[in-house]
Every structure is written in structure tokens, then in C-alpha cells.
């Protein structure tokens, strides 16, 4: 393991020019994690009912902090799902590499390992960083923390780089490099981790509805068991239904395509089906809350100025509404971002047949043309499943509340993040017209 650690080290510090791209993406990611982390940290450290003079007074019980923290920890979801994206693309950017220390004996744990190090170096960087912009701003705000959050944030500084690490081998784990300079995957998935998804949503779902016709059971608990459970059993189906249309799609496709561009994605999606559930997991289940939340946004305030009345603390409200919407749109800013790294991993990793694709003669439009397909027909009816949820949502919300009308604007959410998505998948053309130069046949 020490020799493993000295290898990354060695090889992050003398990583080419067109690999610090990927180091600085790995590096924000946990900067943003670290910034996520700590403001839980800090928010959960206050005690008891106090008076801070921010948010409107979202932070001075203890109900609403516990709101916050939860919003804040969620967030490290996607940002972790970005981290392992980061990963992968390393992985594959570093091939040769990767093979020559296979011939040098190395197993593919150990080469895997030496991958994830190097990810948990950057991470280490951008979590001191985030630290240090963190504690710059407490000290402009002229909060001090206690000694036991400044352990906690210390602690916190140190989880980063580890967690990074432990995703990036999650991340890795059916990467193989072989000594001949071939990059592969093994034990393709096969929907099974949705499917347990699945069958945890349904378990909450039931436990809520049990809570709910219990005679003791009728709080605020069994309505949010329900709510949740919709909500991963929607973005669980979700990914599934995209893992499953790619691999229908690609093989009748296949079959029946005339256009080049649709053949060669078909092919693509027929070959992995369920690389695109993969990348766009986080992305479907931000799109089930966005939906959901949009929805309850329009609801909630309806009732607020339900009679021609307005609370007298109405700032309250709209602080605390507008920070759930702000975590849901940085979530789904992260998500695109991991979408687009995922992309351009998919690209990196088909380099060689791209580039002999267009040695043969095939135009680089077409190639950026499947590019595109592969990432727009897989998320056609996942999007349409996820906006169904989201709706459900916010209409089983509205259904308790007893709104008169039931907004329509929730319905454009999956079409304008669908719009985000392709433009996310775009930004890999670039690096398709590079990796299409047939010098690249060289290393064949």
C-alpha cells in the first residue's frame, strides 16, 4: 500500500499539461465538497434557540437547522457521483501508463489503487483550499467556532480526500488494464442496483402507508416515508427504463437504422446499454426533485396568499424555499457537469475505433452527430418517467394541502434539463475531433 501511495505521488506531480484539466475538475469537486461539508458542520454545531442575523431566522430553531444540514449533506451526492466520474476519465487518460506498470508486474487492484491515490491527492488539495476560503469567511462574518467544531472541520478536511479515494476505487473496480495497452470493462451492470433501489423505495412506501393507517401513526413521518419512496422508486425507474431502452433501441437499431450517425450510436448503446444509466443516474433523480419541487414551490405559496393574507415573517418562507431551490439547482449543475466528464470519458475510451472509423472516411459531423444520439435517445423516456414522478409528487402535495389550482409550469422542468443535457453532452466534441486524428492508430 505505501509503495502503491509513493507511485501516485510520483506520477501526480509529474502528470503531463493535458492531464492537470482533470486534476482541476477533481480538485473543485472536493473544494465543493469540503465548502458542503463544512457549512453542515457549522450549522450543526449551534445549540439550542438562538438569534443569527441571517436567512431571516431560517437558523434560529433547531427544526429548520436540521432542514439545512440535510439539504447541505444531500448535496454531497452528486458532488461524489462528479468525483468518480473524474476518476474514470483519469483512468483511461493515463493508459499507457497504466500498461506500463502492468508489464512491470503490477495487478490491476494495485494499478486501480495507484489511480484512486492520485485522485485523493487532488482532493487533498482542494479540500485545504476549501478550508481556507472557509475560515476566511467565518473570520469576515466574525463567527468563531468552538474547539470541537474546529476538530470537526479538521476531520472533515481529511474525510474528503479519503471518501474521494474509496470512490474512486468503487469508480474503478471493473476497469482492467491489460500490459498490451487495452482498456476494458468487466461485469457490465445489469440494471441490478436499481432494481435494489427499487425494492428499498417500495419498502419505505409501505412503511409509510402503514404509519399512515396506524391510529398513532398520523404525523408529518409517514407522508415524507411516502414522498421519498416515490421519489427513489421514480428515479430508480428512471434508470432503469434508460439501461433497458438503450439495450432495445441499440439492437433493433441495428437492424433497421439507414442513417450512418443512428447506426453508430446504436451500435454503441447495443455494446454497453447501461452506460448511459450509469451517467445519467444523478441527473434523473435531480430532475424527479426538480419536478417535485417546482410544483410544491407553486403550491406552497398559493396557500401562503391564500384570502388575500400574508404572513408577517413571509421573508421566513421565501428564505427557506429559495434555499432548497438553490440546492436543487447546484445539484443539478454538479450533475451536469459529472455528465459531461462522463461523456468525455466515453469518448477517450472509444478513441481508437473513433479514430479508425475516421480514417475509413467517415465524416466528423456524423461522429459528432452519434456522439449526441447516444446521449439523447437513451434519455427521451427516462426524462418522460422522471417528469410523470416529479408530478406525482407535487399533485399528491397539492392533494394534502387542498390547493385549488395545480401549476402546469413543473412540466417544462424535464424538457429544459433534457435541452441542459445535450448542450452538457456537446462540450465533448472538442475532444472528439482530437482523439479522431488517425495518429492515434499508432498505439493500435
Keep these: 500500500m505505501k509503495a502503491d501511495i509513493r507511485i501516485a505521488w510520483i506520477l501526480a506531480r509529474g502528470s503531463e499539461r ?24 457549522t450549522v450543526a454545531a449551534v445549540r439550542g434557540q438562538v438569534s443569527i442575523p441571517y436567512a431571516h431566522g431560517l437558523l434560529d430553531r433547531p427544526g429548520e437547522r436540521g432542514g439545512v444540514v440535510l439539504a447541505l449533506v444531500l448535496l454531497l451526492v452528486p458532488v ?20 506500463r506498470m502492468r508489464l512491470a508486474g503490477a495487478t490491476p487492484t494495485q494499478v486501480r489503487r495507484v489511480a484512486a491515490a492520485e485522485s485523493a491527492f487532488a482532493c487533498l488539495a482542494g479540500s485545504t483550499a476549501g478550508f ?55 461485469r457490465p451492470d445489469r440494471g441490478r442496483r436499481a432494481a435494489l433501489v427499487c425494492l428499498l423505495a417500495v419498502g419505505l ?6 404509519l399512515h393507517l396506524s391510529p398513532s401513526g398520523r404525523s408529518v413521518t409517514p407522508f415524507a416515508l411516502l414522498v421519498l419512496g416515490l421519489v427513489l422508486l421514480t428515479g430508480a425507474g428512471a434508470v432503469w427504463t434508460a439501461g433497458t431502452f438503450s439495450a432495445i433501441a441499440g439492437r433493433m437499431l441495428t437492424l433497421r437504422a439507414q442513417s450512418p450517425a443512428v447506426l453508430i450510436a446504436a451500435g454503441r448503446l447495443a455494446h454497453d446499454p ?72 466515453s469518448v477517450a475510451t472509444r478513441r481508437r475505433g473513433l479514430a479508425a472509423q475516421a480514417a475509413a472516411g467517415v465524416p466528423h459531423r456524423v461522429l459528432a452527430r452519434a456522439a449526441l444520439l447516444e446521449t439523447a435517445l437513451p434519455l427521451a423516456p427516462a426524462f418522460l418517467l422522471a417528469g410523470i414522478g416529479g408530478t406525482v409528487v407535487y399533485l399528491a402535495y397539492a392533494a394534502v394541502a387542498r390547493a385549488g389550482n395545480v401549476p402546469l409550469l413543473p412540466l417544462l422542468v424535464p424538457v429544459a434539463v433534457y435541452v441542459a443535457c445535450l448542450l452538457a453532452a456537446a462540450t465533448s466534441l472538442p475532444l472528439l475531433r482530437r482523439v479522431t486524428n488517425p495518429a492515434e492508430l499508432r498505439f493500435t
Design 18 to 41: 493535458r492531464e492537470w484539466w482533470r486534476i482541476s475538475l477533481t480538485l473543485v469537486g472536493a473544494l465543493l465538497a469540503t465548502g458542503f461539508a463544512l457549512a453542515a458542520a
Design 80 to 99: 461524489l457521483g462528479f468525483l468518480g466520474q473524474c476518476a474514470r476519465v483519469g483512468a483511461v487518460h493515463r493508459h499507457r501508463r497504466m500498461a
Design 132 to 186: 481556507a476560503a472557509f475560515a476566511g469567511f467565518l473570520a469576515v462574518a466574525g463567527h468563531t467556532p468552538t474547539p470541537g467544531t474546529w476538530v470537526c472541520f479538521v476531520v472533515v478536511v481529511l474525510a474528503v480526500p479519503v471518501a474521494a479515494a474509496l470512490v474512486s476505487v468503487f469508480a474503478l473496480r471493473h476497469v482492467v488494464t491489460s500490459p498490451l495497452d487495452h482498456v476494458r470493462r468487466t
Design 205 to 210: 412506501m409501505v412503511a409509510g402507508a402503514l
Design 274 to 345: 447501461w452506460a448511459a444509466a450509469r451517467t445519467h443516474a444523478a441527473l434523473l433523480l435531480v430532475t424527479v426533485v426538480g419536478v417535485g419541487f417546482v410544483g410544491v414551490r407553486a403550491v406552497l405559496f398559493e396557500k401562503l396568499h391564500q384570502g388575500g393574507t400574508v404572513p408577517g415573517n413571509m421573508a421566513f418562507y421565501t428564505t427557506g424555499i429559495d434555499l432548497a431551490g438553490a440546492a436543487v439547482l447546484v445539484a443539478l449543475a454538479i450533475s451536469l457537469c459529472g455528465l459531461a466528464v462522463g461523456t468525455a470519458e
